[in-house]
């Protein structure tokens, strides 16, 4: 029987639509919590940044980083999270389906998972969902100028959520009046309200709020110590090293030459 359901049945398969993903490019999976102003909420985030929650999205991109194969770096912030497939990967025969579906999944149930490590005893209220996109980049410029849009919209929006919260949790005014203040002004505008009426210099605000977080793989050398048996039948310690692969989190400007000079693996050539 099982045989005849085979030959009978399986023409439904050919309904499957080709998603193969352009050989050689780059493939990038974005993530973005679903309704994540509400579920910010819900969950009392603290304004602007809340860093348990920036916490548990890191981890939760390290998780991904760790089960699936061949992302070689991710970016996140907010409420996002972006991982870039080498362009040499073959991984699910590079179908865009397979990777973005694994990743959203993988990235979801780590969230749930890992939870308690950041909120403790604060209860998750409802199971929170992500979406996905896959985009193809076809060069080492495109895929940098991608990660570098991701990093200027995380500027562009803590700078503008700094100032928002500052004015209406040290400046005591209500968020339409802080609404109305920022509207129109520019970057500068911003810094000099920060610096001026609150004595708060933008650049050092910490560096995980302003940057974002960058993951990558990083060679440690380690060293472990062996008990080895010596041919007279002794026993002896010995040292031997190592190269272990582990995920290392970065909150650093991706938009400038530096970081990719001091990590020149990352991208292929
Ligand atoms: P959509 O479903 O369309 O993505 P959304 O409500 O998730 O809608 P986003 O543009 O993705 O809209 O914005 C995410 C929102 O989540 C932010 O504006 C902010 O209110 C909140 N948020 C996310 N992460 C944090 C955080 N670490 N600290 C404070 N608020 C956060
Ligand atoms: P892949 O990652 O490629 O999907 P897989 O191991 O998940 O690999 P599937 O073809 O999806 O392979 O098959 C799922 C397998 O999971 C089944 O063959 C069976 O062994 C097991 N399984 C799933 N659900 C049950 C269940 N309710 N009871 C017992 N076994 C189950
Ligand atoms: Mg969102
Ligand atoms: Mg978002
Ligand atoms: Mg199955
Ligand atoms: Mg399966
Ligand atoms: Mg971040």
């Not at 348990?52 to 760790?66: F, H, K, N, P």
């Not at 992302?71 to 996140?76: E, L, Q």
């Not at 604060?122 to 990660?147: A, I, K, M, T, W």
Request: glycine share 4%; net charge neutral; proline share 3%.
């Amino acid at each position: 029987f099982s045989n005849m359901a085979k030959s009978k049945f399986e023409y439904v398969r050919n309904f499957e639509t080709d998603d193969t993903c352009l050989r050689n490019c780059y493939i990038v999976v974005r993530l973005d919590g679903r309704n994540f102003h509400k579920f910010a909420e819900q969950h009392t985030f603290t304004k602007p940044n809340d860093n348990r929650a920036l916490g548990l999205m890191t981890r939760s991109a390290r998780s991904v980083m760790e089960e699936l194969e061949d992302i070689v770096i991710a970016y996140g912030q907010s409420d996002e999270f972006s991982f870039v497939f080498k362009r040499t990967s073959t991984w699910f025969k590079r179908r865009a389906s397979k990777l973005m579906t694994h990743v959203a999944s993988q990235f979801s149930s780590s969230y749930v998972f890992y939870w308690k490590e950041f909120f403790g005893e604060q209860p998750l209220l409802y199971p929170p969902g992500f979406d996905g996109r896959v985009v193809l980049y076809p060069s080492n410029h495109n895929l940098r100028d991608y990660l570098s849009w991701r990093q200027a919209d995380c500027h562009i929006n803590n700078l503008y959520n700094t100032v928002f919260w500052t004015l209406v949790q040290k400046g005591g005014l209500t968020t339409a009046q802080a609404e109305d203040r920022l509207k129109g002004t520019l970057a500068a505008d911003k810094n000099e309200i920060l610096f001026s009426e609150f004595d708060i210099n933008y650049n050092t605000e910490p560096a995980l709020h302003r940057k974002g977080t960058t993951l990558i793989w990083e060679k440690r050398d380690e060293t472990v110590i062996k008990r080895k048996k010596l041919p007279s039948g002794e026993e002896k310690d010995v040292a031997a090293t190592r190269s272990r692969r582990r995920v290392q989190a970065h909150h650093c400007d991706i938009i400038g030459e530096q970081f990719w000079e001091e990590h020149p693996d990352v991208l292929e050539d």
